[in-house]
């Protein structure tokens, strides 16, 4: 089955400065890639999607990468601010036919802005 | 529009009991799952279903069972407690746009404690 890495485990930024998340998986058929944030105690959200077909999508400060052939995908925010302190996950799913909803998560990367 | 509601948010159990996590939708969601969440290793799919009456195993099913007899709801049964299901549970529901977008709304999870 599809396997997600991410890294890193753990990020510390100054405010202000920006924030590089990476994620790789293995499944070459995957073909939807979304990005979660989970504060302390809330349920995951998603903040970002992109899928195969797209090499790379903004949203504000938010900016998430597709490298289909090395087959990784980063999320990239910039000018971060103390609410970005945050659990974010990357996922990856093979749409419809690889079962609607089935998404494989990466492990989290807790990132945290210090003032 | 109450989303995805869970219950109980909170639960203690003695070993070999049973119980059920019950998980209720009302955006007429097709799809819905269950994730499990441990520090360290991200969301992890235990069971989901891509329609009222069909439910398919997810990356770990065992010691967890599910029905879904309603596009509503989909209760996931623990059928003999361990400590090792002590964990974070999300329900999530989501919807396919014909290109799998599986955008998931979560339920506020459900934190149960196996002794």
């Known amino acids: 089955g599809e396997n997600v890495e991410q890294h890193p485990s753990t990020l510390s930024v100054q405010e202000g400065d920006s924030a590089v998340i990476k994620c790789t998986y293995s499944d070459s058929a995957s073909n939807y890639f979304p990005w979660y944030k989970q504060e302390l105690g809330k349920r995951p959200q998603l903040i970002i999607d992109?899928?195969?077909?797209?090499g790379e999508k903004k949203d504000q400060r938010i900016a998430v990468t597709l490298n289909k052939t090395a087959k990784h995908f980063s999320l990239h925010i910039t000018e971060t601010q103390p609410e970005d302190s945050a659990v974010y996950f990357c996922?990856?799913?093979?749409?419809?036919?690889?079962?609607?909803?089935?998404?494989?998560f990466g492990t989290g990367t807790q990132l945290k802005v210090e003032l | 529009n109450a989303g995805v509601t869970q219950t109980p948010k909170f639960q203690v159990l003695k070993t070999g009991q049973s119980m059920t996590l019950q998980c209720a939708q009302d955006?007429?969601?097709?799809?819905m799952s269950w994730y499990r969440q441990d520090p360290g290793m991200g969301l992890r799919l235990i069971h989901y279903?891509?329609?009222?009456?069909?439910?398919d195993q997810g990356e770990v099913p065992n010691g967890y069972n599910v029905s879904r007899s309603t596009t509503e709801d989909f209760p996931l049964r623990l059928l003999s407690a361990a400590p090792s299901q002590t964990s974070v549970y999300f329900c999530a529901s989501s919807y396919s746009n014909g290109y799998g977008a599986n955008v998931l709304t979560f339920g506020a999870g459900s934190r149960l404690t196996v002794l």
């Open positions: 996922a990856a799913s093979k749409g419809p036919t690889g079962g609607g909803n089935k998404l494989t």
């Open positions: 955006m007429n969601h097709e799809y």
């Open positions: 992109i899928r195969s077909n797209v």
């Open positions: 279903s891509v329609g009222a009456g069909i439910t």
